[in-house]
């Protein structure tokens, strides 16, 4: 699906942007993330994104961390339910 899309694709971009948060539960920095993303937005030619700052990033490390506390404690054969806050 995603070979078709060209490089100036919305869903294409968002995928990239996701794909560098990976980083993350294996303790990749904040900073490093931040800086990763910066660089793919430069190759790609993105326009720039204010709201993806070092802050939104610690954010989602933190809830990344609950989450996986979460799926830890998580007595095997239970199940683990996600709360999404819905701001709309």
Same mark, same amino acid.
């Given at each position: 699906?995603?070979? $078709?899309?060209?490089? $100036? /694709?919305? !869903?294409? @971009?968002?995928?990239?942007? %996701?794909?560098?948060?990976? +980083?993350?539960?294996?303790?990749?920095?904040?900073?490093?993330? %931040?800086?990763?993303?910066?660089?793919?937005?430069?190759?790609? %030619?993105?326009?720039? /994104?204010? #709201?993806?700052?070092?802050?939104? !990033? =610690?954010?989602? =490390?933190?809830?990344? @961390?609950?989450? !996986?506390?979460? #799926?830890?404690?998580?007595?095997? +054969?239970? /199940?683990?339910?996600?709360? #999404?806050?819905?701001?709309?």
């Amino acid at each position: 699906m995603l070979k $078709d899309l060209g490089e $100036d /694709s919305e !869903v294409l @971009k968002i995928e990239k942007a %996701v794909a560098i948060f990976q +980083g993350l539960p294996k303790g990749r920095s904040a900073e490093s993330i %931040v800086l990763a993303y910066h660089q793919q937005r430069e190759n790609f %030619v993105w326009a720039e /994104s204010r #709201w993806f700052e070092r802050a939104f !990033v =610690d954010r989602i =490390d933190q809830r990344l @961390k609950r989450l !996986v506390g979460q #799926w830890k404690a998580t007595a095997y +054969g239970s /199940s683990m339910e996600l709360f #999404w806050e819905y701001k709309g």
